[in-house]
């Protein structure tokens, strides 16, 4: 779940057209209009990637009038095919993929259930990917590959693709490198027991 | 009692309140003191910045290092990106570091006859950080306008690697060699465990958002430093590779400048001095059994620093974090996605968060890292309606306050904290070099649990920590 309080404001005497907002928006909230960069305030998640990157510092942050609220009931969906999505991205639905939003495996597992077939969307619905915009694209990437999507990169710079997982660590490197100080098996039994574990957890109140 | 050390200055920058905000530091209250890193473990080693010699004895000491590294490769017209991370900026102020690149562009320009030299600065989560560090250092002059802050979710470019494609920035590859400026400080144990330390910035501050999300999400607590591993033993960075410089750190501050053409080579030297200059600090830390803890320096939560050591270790000062046979830290990004939403971890392993801090005094400290978890996990009070504006507007600490409570000034925060947290020992992370602010209380604590911590690092902790990263320990004898 995600309030989003913040919304970006382009100064168009200032804005010269250089589509880097654009690029690096995601949830592909903008759009170069004559020149000038135009935002939709409907799918703005307030992450702020536009203000950070312009290189004219034209874009501005300002509080919305009205926060808006982004989330996406796991309750709403069947249970078991989140559990399935989960297991098959070797991820337990509790688990937080999102820090910034504390936003679950199973929200993303529901949204995209409910139909949203690109990390665009899936950040649209439930906020993923607008806090620091660095550290879930690859959860979001493993759960739609668990659900049989490939989805199309966008033109930008918003994500290239889905990276190895420490299963994917080929025997050969394990080796080469376990006296190194990487404990990878290791990691893999606490990976996979954290996945394994059945909670039905209440959200804390 | 000591007089208490002069913490380090508020600093202009969007990612916190203007320090015209900060009316009263935490050490400036009449109970507090200070206690020498020296005098609690004389063993510290001697350092070369700050010292009478002030900022030349860093380029002094890069020069004599940078004589033994061979720049033949780089011809004249050649280009070269000098690679930087924002973290180097946070050490003593930044002026050491901002020295050392400033050396390094110097010795490369009159070694090799190339002027094609740029400063590529990387950053964590706070995108134009380095920005502000490239322009109130002075490097954008110094780099003749070719400096510039890069950030992860700019143009990127893929790695082929031992394990599968991953992502760097486009910005830092775009040279015919590049140059590793980085530094020692053991910084974010929590994460790199200290392993391959000295190649972390290849996985993080030099990496994409999908490599940087590899390292916390696909790889593991004692895993994850090897995307840094990955991506710097690729062809094609070491077809660019070509040499390091660190400033080589301690708790009390610059102990030397070290260089190489091997960056292997370097990681192991300093994964020694890691352990060894921060070992005993670090375990001092956790024999605190009770204390309230004040946060007040230019950085972001997770990062404000006591003793040269960082709060995030701090808050996971119950455990050895140096000991890889301990799976998950009491704070690392692993161990916050495996709370559940009862608010309890999904596996029984999990320690929680040091149950010495009994309360956070949040004096002074930045937005622009996702520190909810903090927090949720240790009572907190922030200082001032701005500094709680600052963390609601905030796209990464959307949650800190609903877990904060509001103090209108530190006297008020001070107060409720003695009443509340029943202690008077209070460990204040500001920066203080050489030594830490702290109470009378703690003090006392501290100097009584030092000789025996300086025993158990050195005979039992020291020698396993080096066994565990496949460095025989009596080579250091």
Known sequence: MRIVTMLAEVDEQKCIGCKICQKVCPTLAIEIVNKVSKIDAEKCRGCGNCNQRCPEDAVSMVKRETPVKV????ETVDRKKIEEMCEKARMNPEQIVCYCTATRAEEVAAAIIKGADTPEKISLETGVRTGCKVEC??????????????????????WYGRTPTIWDIPEEVKHKYSKRGFYFDEDIKLLDEVAKIKKTGKEEQ | MRKPITPMKPRVSQYGVDPKYVTKRMAEYPEMTSVMLKDLFPDTPDVIYPSEKGISAVREAAEKALENVDMSMIKPGDSVNVCASHHGFTLLGGEPYAELLKTVRDVIAERTGTENIRLRAGVGLRFRETEEYIKSFGLD????????????VDEG??????????????AIYDADWIVHVHNSDVREVHFHRQVDRAVKPFGMSYARIETRSTYHQNLGPRGANFTARAIFASDFVQSKFAFTAFLEMSPVGVVSVDADNDL???????????????????????????CI?????????????????IYANFAGANVDLFDLDGSLPPYTWYTEAFYGKDGKPLVDNA?????????????????????????EHAPTIVVGREQADLLNRDPQNLDYMKHAVIADELDTAMKFAYEVSGTDKVIIFDGAVGGVNVSESLGKLLHEKAPAVSEKVDKELLPKWLRQRGIDPETIK
């Not at chain 2, 470019?157 to 992502?167: A, D, K, Q, R, V």
Request: neutral net charge; hydrophobic residues 40%; contains cysteine.
């Open chain 2, 141 to 152: 002059k110094h780099y003749k306008g070719k400096a510039k802050g890069v950030a992860p």
């Open chain 1, 137 to 158: 694209i690859q959860p979001v990437l493993r759960l739609l590959e668990a659900a049989g999507i490939q989805p199309e990169r966008p033109d930008g710079y918003q």
């Open chain 2, 264 to 290: 292997y080579a370097l990681n192991d030297r300093l994964t020694v001095s890691g352990c060894k200059y921060y070992g005993k600090i670090m375990t001092l830390m956790g024999e605190i059994d009770e």
């Open chain 2, 293 to 309: 803890v004040g946060l007040d320096f230019p950085c972001p939560v997770p990062y404000v620093f006591a003793a040269g050591v």
């Open chain 2, 351 to 375: 320690p929680p968060v040091n149950p010495a801090i009994k309360m956070v005094v949040h004096n002074y400290a930045w937005g622009g890292y996702p520190s909810a978890f903090f927090s």
């Open chain 1, 71 to 74: 989330f996406v009931d796991p």
């Open chain 2, 157 to 170: 470019i893929p790695i082929e690697t031992e394990i599968g494609t991953l992502y760097g920035i486009k």
